[in-house]
T-cell receptor
């Protein structure tokens, strides 16, 4: 079955440092979505990437979809304490698969 | 309401009891999804509905789990003869349509604890 792995599993950064999480699939993806889950909260949709090599930006967040459509990344520039949470990538095959998630802690 | 509503928000029950979890999706959303999330873990896909139909039930962990949706709206997830390993947060999501390009909107979940 389809597997989506994320690295790292955990990341601690000082406020102001950059952060990147990577999502890797064993198969080619039709699209990829990114979600953020705050501690104690539910996942919230951030963005969707569809095209090979696509890059999208939301303020300090930059999302990339690999040329082969098997990997994706989320980069946060100059992290803030409000960025704390777990970031999940998600994709669809026969079912809807969420990655294992990267938990981000920002130290003030 | 404006968002996905799940009830109860918390459920504590004894091992062996049956539980029923409810999800009320966003009005007009035809697709509905159920996930399970254990503490500190990712989301485990359980089942999805397109309208009242569930095309793929293979994500359900065992035959103790069942789900239904009526009227293309409210869905219930039923767990029979609960076990301690069923303890988790059960999340429901809905999207406007079924398909890979649809963002999912999540409810706050039901936290299930089996004693």
């Amino acid at each position: 079955g389809q597997q989506v792995m994320q690295i790292p599993q955990y990341q601690h950064v000082q406020e102001g440092e950059d952060f990147t999480t990577y999502c890797n699939s064993s198969t080619t993806l039709s699209n990829i979505q990114w979600y953020k889950q705050r501690p104690g909260g539910h996942p919230v949709f951030l963005i969707q990437l569809v095209k090979s090599g696509e890059v999208k930006k939301q303020k300090r967040l930059t999302f990339q979809f690999g040329e082969a459509k098997k990997n994706s990344s989320l980069h946060i520039t100059a992290t803030q304490t409000t960025d704390v949470g777990t970031y999940f990538c998600a994709c669809t095959g026969n079912q809807f698969y969420f990655g294992t998630g990267t938990s981000l802690t920002v130290i003030p | 309401g404006a968002g996905v509503s799940q009830s109860p928000s918390n459920k504590v029950t004894e091992k062996g009891k049956d539980v029923e979890l409810r999800c009320d999706p966003i009005s007009g959303h035809t697709a509905l999804y159920w996930y399970r999330q254990s503490l500190g873990q990712g989301l485990e896909f359980l089942i999805y509905f397109q309208g009242n139909s569930a095309p793929d039930k293979s994500g359900l962990p065992s035959d103790r789990f069942s789900a239904e949706r009526t009227g293309g709206s409210v869905s219930t997830l039923t767990i029979q003869r609960t076990q301690q390993e069923d303890s988790a947060v059960y999340l429901c999501a809905s999207s406007l349509e079924e398909g890979p390009n649809q963002p999912q909107h999540f409810g706050d979940g039901t936290r299930l604890s089996i004693l």
